[in-house]
């Protein structure tokens, strides 16, 4: 696989699910990913217009006795994370996303390999991802 564009891991943070109050989850994960990143200008000029793979790792605390913190679906937990890559992250368009990907161009995410871990620790807890340009046949 080629060399990726952005590899960042985030820990100390439950992955969340979509539903009630999904902007403010996708707000808290674009401001954690844009905290880790030192120049996202330059990640934007790398992702955009690209086709695109991302492989992505949510780690949930398997010690928790908070119903439901370690039993979430991959494909809820994936919602809010694909939604902080366009420029917008809501539908009117008034709320900042990271960027990467231009607006209604969802169609250049090629390939996402996902994955769901248990840790040990709540200081592992989180999502580790990487993002690389889709490979061209």
Known sequence: MSKAFLS????????KTYGNN?????????????????????????CRGKQLSFDVCFNFYSDTEVDGRKT???DNMLKIFCDVFPEFIDRDKTVKGLG??????????FEINCEKRLVGFES???IDFSIYEYPKL
């Open 124 to 126: 592992e807890e989180g």
């Open 22 to 46: 999904d902007l403010e989850r996708k707000k808290e994960l674009r401001d954690l990913i844009l905290y880790k990143i030192e120049d996202i200008s330059e990640i934007q000029k790398k």
């Open 100 to 109: 990467l990907i231009e607006d209604d161009r969802d169609d250049l995410i």
């Open 72 to 74: 979430k679906d991959l």
């Open 8 to 15: 960042i891991s985030l820990k100390c943070y439950e992955p």
